[in-house]
C-alpha cells in the first residue's frame, strides 16, 4: 500500500502554500488531488486579481517585492502611506463590526508581509504594483488605498502557474480530476487518508496527515440557499465550479465543527450580462466597481446603498449581496462623462448604455419604474452638498444632505451628457462559513479538540469575515494558514516516522 507524508486536498493558494511548506519542511512525500481536469486547475486562485492586503511600517520595506519600481513611477514610494499592524486590525475589525476571530486575525495580520515574502521568494511568485485595481493617478504621482500595493505579476493566472511551477519543481505529485470524496479515519480515530474519485474510479489514498484546501461552498447552489439563503442561492458565480463544498462537508461528517458566518458570503457587484458561471478567460473582469464615482439604481429607479459609504474595496463585497436583495436582483451604474476616465478598465468588458441626456439614458434601461428613476437622479443633483471637493484619492467628505441615502462621499452631480449605464448584479466570490481552527491550522471537533492529522486552510477557515471583507485578505489568508497547515503536517508526519 503507497503510503504519503502528507496528502493536500485541493490546488488553489492555500492548497499549494501548504504543499509546498509541507515539503520544504521535511515531507519528503506530498501528494495534492485537485477534483478539476488539468485545463479547469487552480480553483478561485486561478480568478483572482491577486491583490495582497500587508501591513508595513514604512513604505520602502515593499522595495525587496518591486525591484526597480521608481524606474516605472514617478516618486512611486511617495504615494504610499504605511499601513501597521494595527491598521491592518482595525480595518478588519470595522468591516466585520468587531466579530472578526481574535486570534484568527492576529495570525494573519502578524504574518501579512513575512508571508507576501514568502510566497515571493520561496513560490517564485513574482509581484507589480496593482495599478489597474488599486492606485489612483494625481498629477504624476499614483496615489495608493492603504495596504493594497502589490498584486502577483498576471494576477491570479501567474500566481497559479508559479505555484503549480513551484510544486513541481520539488517533486511535488498533482492528481487532476481527483476528487476527494471521504476521510478515512485509523483504529485509534486518526485521520489516515482520503478516498478519491479519480479518472479510474474510487481508491483509498493513505497519508500521516491530511491538509484539506479544497475551497467553500459557492459553487453549490443547494448548500447557498440552504445556508444564505434563496437570494444567494440564485447568484451568478464569479470564480471555479469546483467548489462545492466537498471538504466542509467530509470534515464535518467525521466531527470537525462549522465556524465563523455560516449565512455570510463574500459577493461584489458584477455585470448582469455575463451567465450563471465567470468564463475562465475572463477571470475577474466580471467586477464592477467604480460606484463610488456615480449612482446605482434598483429596477424600482431607486437607489439602495450610499454609493459613497467608504473606499470600493472597503464595500464591495457587501454591494454584491445588496444588489442581489433588490427585486430582480438587478440594477445600474450610472455615470457622467465627466468621471468617465475613473472607471476600472475592466468595464471595457461590457459595453454600457449611452445617451445625451439622462431621461433618454433613462428610457433604454430595464427597469420598472423609469419616472421614479429620473426624479431620484434629479433630486441627487439638488441635493445640498457638504464638503469640499471632490477628491477621487481619498474619503473626500463631499457629501449629500436630506436624501433618503446621503451620499457620504464623492457625491459628483450627473451633469456632463453624454451618460452611461452599466447592468449590475450580485456575483458569489466565496463562503464566509467555515471549519474552526486552532493557531496551528488543525481542525477542532465539536469535543473542542484537535481532530488527529487533520488540518485546513485557506477559503475553509472560518472566522475571519462576517457580513464583509477588506480586498486583498483571501489571498495573503490562504498562504499564511496554508503555510502554517503544511508545515505541521510535516511535523505530524516526522513524528509518525
Ligand atoms: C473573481 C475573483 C477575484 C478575486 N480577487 C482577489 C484578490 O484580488 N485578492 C485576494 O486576496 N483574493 C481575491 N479573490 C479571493 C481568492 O481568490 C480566494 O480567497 C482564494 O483563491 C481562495 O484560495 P483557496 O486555495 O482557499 O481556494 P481555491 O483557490 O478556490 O482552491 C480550491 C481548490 O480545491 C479544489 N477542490 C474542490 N473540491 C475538491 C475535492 N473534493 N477534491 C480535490 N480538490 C477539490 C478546487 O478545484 C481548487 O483547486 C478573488 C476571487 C475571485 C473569484
Known amino acids: 500500500m503507497q503510503e504519503y507524508d502528507v496528502i493536500v486536498v485541493g490546488a488553489g493558494n492555500a492548497a499549494l502554500s501548504a504543499a509546498i511548506s509541507a515539503h520544504e519542511n521535511g515531507a519528503k512525500h506530498v501528494l495534492v488531488l485537485e477534483k478539476a481536469p488539468r485545463d479547469m486547475r487552480g480553483g478561485n486562485t486561478h480568478w483572482a486579481g491577486a491583490v495582497l492586503r500587508i501591513a508595513f511600517d514604512e513604505p520602502r520595506e515593499l522595495e525587496p517585492l518591486l525591484p ?78 492603504r495596504g493594497l500595493v502589490v498584486r502577483a505579476v498576471h494576477e491570479g493566472v501567474g500566481l497559479s502557474r508559479t505555484w503549480f511551477a513551484a510544486a513541481a519543481k520539488r517533486g511535488i505529485e498533482v492528481r487532476y480530476a481527483s476528487a476527494a470524496t471521504e476521510l478515512l479515519l485509523d483504529d485509534r480515530g486518526r485521520i489516515c487518508g482520503t478516498k478519491v474519485r479519480g479518472p479510474h474510479g474510487l481508491e483509498a489514498i493513505h497519508a500521516k496527515a491530511v491538509v484539506l484546501g479544497c475551497g467553500g461552498f459557492e459553487a453549490n447552489v443547494q448548500m447557498r440557499t440552504q445556508h444564505i439563503g ?54 475577474d473582469r466580471s467586477n464592477r466597481l467604480s460606484y463610488v464615482y456615480g449612482l446605482m439604481i434598483n429596477r424600482k429607479g431607486r437607489r439602495f446603498v450610499d454609493e459613497g459609504e467608504d473606499q ?4 464591495y463585497a457587501k454591494f454584491g449581496r445588496a444588489i442581489l436583495a433588490e427585486t430582480g436582483a438587478k440594477g445600474y451604474q450610472l455615470f457622467d462623462s465627466k468621471v468617465l476616465h475613473l472607471l476600472e478598465p ?49 474619503k473626500d467628505g463631499y457629501a449629500t444632505r436630506g436624501l433618503a441615502i446621503d451620499k457620504t462621499n464623492w457625491a459628483v452631480k450627473l451633469d456632463s451628457p453624454p451618460y452611461f449605464a452599466y447592468s449590475v448584479t450580485g456575483g458569489i466570490t466565496f463562503t464566509f462559513g467555515g471549519l474552526k481552527i486552532n493557531e496551528n491550522a488543525q481542525v477542532i471537533g465539536t469535543d473542542w ?24 485578505t483571501g489571498l495573503v489568508s490562504g498562504a499564511t494558514f496554508g503555510r502554517i497547515a503544511g508545515r505541521n503536517a510535516a511535523k505530524l508526519a516526522q513524528a509518525c516516522d
Open 449 to 472: 479538540r484537535p481532530l488527529p492529522g487533520l488540518f485546513t486552510c485557506g477559503e475553509m477557515v472560518g472566522g475571519l469575515f462576517y457580513d464583509n471583507y477588506p480586498a486583498g
Open 346 to 394: 475592466r468595464y471595457s468588458t461590457s459595453k454600457p448604455i449611452v445617451a445625451g441626456s439622462l431621461k433618454e439614458l433613462l428610457a433604454e434601461l430595464d427597469i420598472d419604474d423609469k419616472e421614479q428613476a429620473l426624479r431620484t437622479v434629479e433630486e441627487f443633483n439638488a441635493a445640498p452638498r457638504v464638503g469640499k471637493v471632490f477628491d477621487p484619492t481619498k
Open 230 to 283: 434563496p437570494l444567494v442561492g440564485a447568484a451568478k458565480v464569479r470564480g471555479t465550479p469546483f467548489n462545492q463544498g466537498d471538504g466542509l462537508r467530509m470534515a464535518i461528517a467525521i466531527g470537525a465543527m462549522p465556524w465563523g458566518q455560516w449565512s455570510g458570503c463574500h459577493a461584489t457587484p458584477i455585470s448582469a450580462d455575463w451567465g450563471d458561471f465567470a468564463p475562465r478567460e475572463y477571470t
Open 312 to 315: 470600493n474595496l472597503y464595500t
Open 68 to 145: 526597480g519600481i521608481e524606474e516605472q513611477y514617478e516618486s512611486f514610494y511617495e504615494g504610499i502611506t504605511p499601513y501597521t499592524r494595527k491598521d491592518y486590525l482595525d480595518d478588519l475589525m470595522r468591516v466585520t463590526s468587531g466579530r472578526t476571530d481574535p486570534t484568527l486575525s492576529r495570525i494573519l495580520v502578524d504574518n501579512s508581509k513575512d508571508t507576501v515574502f514568502w510566497m515571493h521568494e520561496v513560490g517564485g511568485v513574482k509581484m507589480e504594483p496593482a495599478i489597474t485595481i488599486a492606485g489612483v493617478k494625481k498629477g504624476n504621482m499614483v496615489v495608493w488605498p
